[in-house]
């Protein structure tokens, strides 16, 4: 019989609705978890039992009075650490902000406790947003689920970590030039960076304003949805919150994808590693057994995407720490890689900044009129297979950001949605990632040809629960 | 490769805090960003690009 710490929380809300589960004994059974391997993964920077705990205990008398509310009551949630948190210390996982004590919860935040979900505790996260690989040096680095030698993926490190070691049943992630998506590949989960201000940006630490996004953390396609229900919505205090109505992304998921038109952009063919390039192809020949119908689509434009998005991404992070910047006893708190990304920033004259606006512009008019001729794009989405840790992290977060930015960087620059899915193992039997790229607002489209590729069952017989780190 | 003296002075100049081993670091940022900027050469229309800004949308819908 599966753990309840890895089942999915479609398959936990039926059993808490019934009560033949105790949101109580899930909770503590997630926190005997944490004491066992946090140490080790560094999963979380703040666990958070007393309060979870109490949540739980409300959530248990609710659904023992007949006040259900619905598929997240009792589910645990791990937040990541850049989601403001009343009352409890948000670091953004970095020094410079040790102590720093929200008064309010990030809009988001409130939307899953609104609608019961137990948050379990703060994640680890690369510090500040600033790599693509887990290193901290501040809270330590978190480790990958499927082998503890290598990276998670980042920056949204610790909320592939807590899914993949069965420590939380959803996380939250953010996403700036791919950090939801990289540990989504790397680790063997799912991740949605959805469409640019569909999830209130409220009391999300800023990296680069244009570029962040809010998005969930799963490990199924159906839970990516049913997050994805509590956290899009109109926020009236963020400027850039859209004010839309959300579909149930719940359904359609069993719908077929027959006729499903899908382009490859040949961008996405570009220096992929020799295991990306064979499962990639393998992943293109399984969705057109299911009746999609694929071609490659040429997209120029797409050569701009790393200077767009990499000129805008440390222009806009370095505005925003400046003057801390200028103070050494704080400055010297910032870890060595996001420090880099500022002082580089820094360096970026105003006209390259507006070139690299220009550039998105460019490119979301590309990217749109390849998407009248098809539903969606799709391309690994990343060219690399998960490393292993080096000691030189500074130099090996360089390069995987070098090697990631032209495939992760293009759904930022344009604010389009980004569904990575697992894609494979590689011949070390690490994860891989693919990424569904739709029109803006298409998020349910992507989650129904995503659960379709999900039943082919891309990790074969490994589950989460069978890895070694949980034996 | 820009000059490390060249990089110090500009990051003195606006008083910015770094440590020697930050030089290497932006100076690796910097390249990668110069050589993806040559791919803006394959566009001589981008001028004709307005540039993506932010706005509040409500503030103008309101006026």
Same mark, same amino acid.
């Given at each position: 019989m599966t753990n309840p710490a890895f089942l999915t929380a479609t398959e936990l809300s039926k059993l808490l609705k019934e009560k033949e589960l105790s949101p109580v004994e899930l909770t503590k059974n997630i926190f005997d978890r944490i004491n066992q391997l946090n140490s080790s993964?560094? $999963?979380?920077?703040? !666990?958070l039992k007393d309060s979870a705990l109490e949540q739980a205990r409300k959530a248990e008398d609710e659904i023992a009075n007949g006040k259900y509310k619905g598929p997240l009551h009792g589910i645990p949630l791990g937040i990541k650490d850049n989601y403001e948190t009343k009352d409890i210390e948000t670091t953004g996982g970095s020094k410079v902000f040790e102590?720093?004590? !929200?008064?309010e919860n990030a809009f988001s935040v409130d939307q899953l406790l609104d609608a019961?979900?137990?948050?379990i505790g703060k994640l680890n996260m690369h510090p500040l947003g600033g790599?693509?690989?887990?290193?901290? !040096?501040?809270y330590g680095d978190a480790v990958n689920?499927?082998?503890?030698?290598y990276m998670p993926g980042s920056s949204s490190s610790g909320s592939a970590t807590a899914l993949g070691t069965g420590l939380a049943t959803l996380t939250t992630g953010s996403d700036t030039f791919g950090s939801i998506r990289v540990p989504a590949a790397m680790s063997g989960i799912y991740g949605m960076k959805p469409t640019?201000?569909?999830?209130?940006?409220?009391g999300l630490m800023p990296l680069a304003w244009s570029l962040d996004h809010a998005g969930p953390m799963t490990r199924s396609v159906a839970d990516t949805a049913l997050m994805l229900n509590y956290m899009a919505g109109y926020d009236?205090? =963020?400027?850039?919150s859209l004010n839309v109505s959300v579909p =149930?992304?719940?359904? =359609?998921?069993?719908? =077929?994808?027959?006729?499903i038109k899908i382009g490859i952009p040949t961008?996405?063919?570009?220096?992929?590693?020799e295991d990306i390039e064979k499962l990639f192809h393998q992943a293109v020949a399984t969705l057109q057994d299911l009746g999609a119908e694929i071609k490659e689509v040429d997209i120029?434009?797409?050569?701009l995407t790393t200077f767009a998005e990499y000129t805008t991404l440390i222009s806009e992070s370095s505005a925003y720490n400046y003057e801390t910047l200028q103070e050494q006893a704080e400055a010297?708190?910032? $870890?060595?890689d996001p420090r880099a990304f500022f002082l580089a920033g820094s360096l970026i004259n105003a006209p390259q900044y507006n070139k690299a606006q220009q550039a998105r512009r460019k490119l979301v008019k590309a990217m749109k009129n390849a998407l009248k001729d098809f539903d969606i794009l799709l391309g690994p989405?990343?060219?690399l297979t998960t490393p292993p840790y080096k000691e030189d992290w500074m130099a090996q977060n360089l390069e995987v950001i070098r090697r990631s930015i032209p495939f992760t960087g293009v759904a930022n620059s344009t604010g389009l949605p980004s569904f990575s899915v697992p894609m494979g193992l590689d011949s070390d039997g690490m994860p891989t990632g693919m990424q569904l790229i739709g029109n803006h607002l298409s998020e349910k489209l992507l989650f129904q040809i995503g659960s379709a590729w999900e039943k082919t069952n891309p990790?074969?017989?490994?589950t989460y629960e069978n890895l070694d780190i949980n034996q | 490769m820009v000059e490390k003296d060249s990089l110090k002075q500009d990051l003195d100049a606006q008083k910015l805090y770094y440590q020697e081993t930050d030089l290497r670091n932006v100076n690796q940022i910097l390249t990668d960003i110069k050589e993806a900027?040559?791919?803006?050469?394959?566009?001589?229309?981008?001028?004709?690009e307005i540039p993506i800004s932010i706005y509040d949308k409500g503030e103008i819908m309101d006026d």
């Amino acid at each position: 019989m599966t753990n309840p710490a890895f089942l999915t929380a479609t398959e936990l809300s039926k059993l808490l609705k019934e009560k033949e589960l105790s949101p109580v004994e899930l909770t503590k059974n997630i926190f005997d978890r944490i004491n066992q391997l946090n140490s080790s993964t560094k $999963a979380y920077i703040l !666990p958070l039992k007393d309060s979870a705990l109490e949540q739980a205990r409300k959530a248990e008398d609710e659904i023992a009075n007949g006040k259900y509310k619905g598929p997240l009551h009792g589910i645990p949630l791990g937040i990541k650490d850049n989601y403001e948190t009343k009352d409890i210390e948000t670091t953004g996982g970095s020094k410079v902000f040790e102590n720093n004590i !929200p008064e309010e919860n990030a809009f988001s935040v409130d939307q899953l406790l609104d609608a019961g979900g137990i948050m379990i505790g703060k994640l680890n996260m690369h510090p500040l947003g600033g790599g693509l690989t887990g290193t901290n !040096p501040a809270y330590g680095d978190a480790v990958n689920p499927w082998n503890t030698d290598y990276m998670p993926g980042s920056s949204s490190s610790g909320s592939a970590t807590a899914l993949g070691t069965g420590l939380a049943t959803l996380t939250t992630g953010s996403d700036t030039f791919g950090s939801i998506r990289v540990p989504a590949a790397m680790s063997g989960i799912y991740g949605m960076k959805p469409t640019y201000g569909l999830i209130s940006s409220t009391g999300l630490m800023p990296l680069a304003w244009s570029l962040d996004h809010a998005g969930p953390m799963t490990r199924s396609v159906a839970d990516t949805a049913l997050m994805l229900n509590y956290m899009a919505g109109y926020d009236p205090k =963020d400027p850039l919150s859209l004010n839309v109505s959300v579909p =149930d992304y719940t359904k =359609d998921l069993n719908k =077929d994808i027959k006729g499903i038109k899908i382009g490859i952009p040949t961008h996405f063919l570009k220096d992929l590693d020799e295991d990306i390039e064979k499962l990639f192809h393998q992943a293109v020949a399984t969705l057109q057994d299911l009746g999609a119908e694929i071609k490659e689509v040429d997209i120029p434009e797409l050569s701009l995407t790393t200077f767009a998005e990499y000129t805008t991404l440390i222009s806009e992070s370095s505005a925003y720490n400046y003057e801390t910047l200028q103070e050494q006893a704080e400055a010297e708190k910032y $870890a060595a890689d996001p420090r880099a990304f500022f002082l580089a920033g820094s360096l970026i004259n105003a006209p390259q900044y507006n070139k690299a606006q220009q550039a998105r512009r460019k490119l979301v008019k590309a990217m749109k009129n390849a998407l009248k001729d098809f539903d969606i794009l799709l391309g690994p989405t990343i060219p690399l297979t998960t490393p292993p840790y080096k000691e030189d992290w500074m130099a090996q977060n360089l390069e995987v950001i070098r090697r990631s930015i032209p495939f992760t960087g293009v759904a930022n620059s344009t604010g389009l949605p980004s569904f990575s899915v697992p894609m494979g193992l590689d011949s070390d039997g690490m994860p891989t990632g693919m990424q569904l790229i739709g029109n803006h607002l298409s998020e349910k489209l992507l989650f129904q040809i995503g659960s379709a590729w999900e039943k082919t069952n891309p990790l074969g017989n490994k589950t989460y629960e069978n890895l070694d780190i949980n034996q | 490769m820009v000059e490390k003296d060249s990089l110090k002075q500009d990051l003195d100049a606006q008083k910015l805090y770094y440590q020697e081993t930050d030089l290497r670091n932006v100076n690796q940022i910097l390249t990668d960003i110069k050589e993806a900027e040559a791919s803006l050469n394959n566009f001589p229309d981008l001028k004709e690009e307005i540039p993506i800004s932010i706005y509040d949308k409500g503030e103008i819908m309101d006026d």
